[in-house]
């Protein structure tokens, strides 16, 4: 029965957000934290670099996502480039809380692809250890070609890690690499769709963090013909 019912939010949801985008222009809207947000108002503007800067908000919530160019293209956030940003801000009886896709520490969330791909490693399918960075405890599944490691995916997250950290695979040579893109935190991604006569189109999901470590989550995400300012 709860499985029916999760099915028929899925559903209600996607049907509501199509709507909302058809026949609202501006839209832009989301899931926050698993339930259905939308912003009264958005606008674009574009910072003193060249990037994108959309201010979306409702009575009591803002949320502004900024990318670092206002090219079609995905901007991911929460990394040592801070260009790419989002915050969301909420402001009811003058009580505040305010989040951020800032540097944070804590479990690692998106890796790189391999830096060095070291010499003579065998596969692991349930987790290499990892050793450097700022954290502990990382441990990622590697596939293999010629004692080289070709692939990573990760098992277990660690904890204490921060973006750009540089970790070595622990095996063969000790010499494999990649880095820690960002953290379990302050992550997300932004992708422009498309800009057309001055209006933005794309998606965006996010993570971030308050003063107090607590995470707000936006998913599902939706800006649609968002114009520039005047």
Sequence with gaps: MKKIFSLLF?????????????????AFLAKKNDVYWKANDARVSVSADGGMIITAFNQYETVTLETSSTDPGVYILGTIDQDNFATYTRDINNSSDFYDTGLYTGPAF???????????YQANANGAQTIGGSGSGLRVATKTTNGTVTSITVVARGIGYAPDDVVTIVGGDNNATFK????????????????????????????AV????????FSEGHFYKVPLGQ
């Design 10 to 26: 899925v559903a209600i949801f996607f049907t509501s957000c199509e709507q909302d985008i058809k026949t609202n222009t501006p």
């Design 180 to 207: 820690v893109v960002n953290i379990q935190q302050s992550n997300g991604e932004i992708e422009i769709e498309e800009v057309s006569n001055g209006l933005f189109t794309g998606t965006f999901k996010l993570n």
């Design 210 to 217: 308050n003063s107090d470590g607590e995470v707000i989550t």
């Design 110 to 120: 998106k890796v790189s692809p391999m830096i060095t791909r070291g010499t003579s």
